[in-house]
């Protein structure tokens, strides 16, 4: 399962050049008789979705009646045919769960392959559905070109966007060579602007921290959370006993605009306040089998207050992170309700070279087995959420900093 596929692809693939490498298997299509190249690509397509998406209802149609009447058809070219792969799963109601061309399957695989670099921006979708800059990286070519957090994507490299596009959609756009250009169109304020922007490889700080003083409350550690990767947890602790040095008593984890990005770094974040055998997650496939997902020894900090800040651009493993540490009681969570993305997504190639298939393949539960997905967390405390990245000392409530179980 790549849960990145969505969540990482909405940050990391625009921001920098990626050093992973990823192993695509070939991928024979079977055997289909006496069927046209076209209805035999339309027919596989079917077929992995069929195997395993998530919703086994497909979204209370006849799923077998459209592949009969899809695969019947006389298709005029291979683009035709796509075309039909586009709407056949586009009936499913799940914008996740989506074909692939083959130029953007291709760009997926270099991008985890280390061939393209980005812009520098942060993406995801805010309340209307438009995808957005929901950050820009110091010093990027994106801030550089003039894009601020919150514009709104319009267009990027000749590709119009609107309500039903994707976070991934724009980043797999905002990517090329290393040194080539992009057109981009914002827009601000209800004005459109144009911007031409120079991809470069970019180093991206996803955890940051400082001393805030807070009314009330004194000291507090800030530790902001720009997306979850492997590595996440053990950054985090670092800085929290970094700033536990310089005499805070509370910690605050800025998680507005985190898109997610690596499951297990979500739960192995939790884990550093949580006790030893705590439920943190559920994940559960098209078959209803759970993966329970639980704390396996103590965590380093169980009893420094600990507030989480989060508003409705904070997705997916952020939501998971903030759902774990609210419903053990060890958090109190502030600012507006999250996103609502609780769905893990795997790639799928198709054969032929005719591109692949992205498919939402399980969901998450919280510890409470309240399912996050077009819900999202709801806070403990509603705060405002447009304070500065670098100083949210006003808008944290002084009475959210309190003992955990107290």
Known sequence: MLDEADDVLRKAVSVFCLSAAISV??????DYGSMSQEQQMVAEAWR???????????????????????????????????????????????????YLSPSKYQSLVDSATGNLCGVGVEISTNKEGKVVASDVEPNSPAEKAGIQAKDIFIEADGNMYDITSTPD?????????????????MEREGKKIDFIVTREPIKITSVRSYVASVNGAGKVGVVRIKSFSGTTAETVKGEIESLKKRGVKSIALDLRGNPGGLLPGGVDTASLFLDSNKPVVFVVNKNGVVDAQSTYQTGFDLATPLVIYVDSNTASAAEVFTAAVQENGRA???????????????????????????????????????SINKVGIAVDMKAPIDCPKSDVSSCLPVSAFKIPNA
Do not use: C
């Open 332 to 370: 109190t969570v502030v600012g507006e309700q999250t996103f609502g993305k609780g769905i893990v997504q795997t790639i799928k190639p198709l054969s032929n070279n005719n591109g692949g298939i992205a498919v939402t393949v399980a969901r998450y539960e919280t510890p409470q087995h309240h």
């Open 48 to 98: 992995l979705v069929d195997s395993s998406f998530i919703d086994r209802t497909f979204n209370n149609q006849d799923w077998f009646k459209l592949r009969q009447d899809n695969v019947k058809r006389k298709f005029k070219s291979m683009e035709e045919a796509r075309g039909s792969v586009t709407d056949m799963i586009g009936s499913l109601g799940d914008k996740y769960t989506r």
């Open 25 to 30: 298997s070939p991928v024979v299509a079977a």
């Open 169 to 185: 959609d724009v980043a797999l756009n905002l990517r090329g060579a290393e040194g080539s250009k992009v057109g981009i169109v």
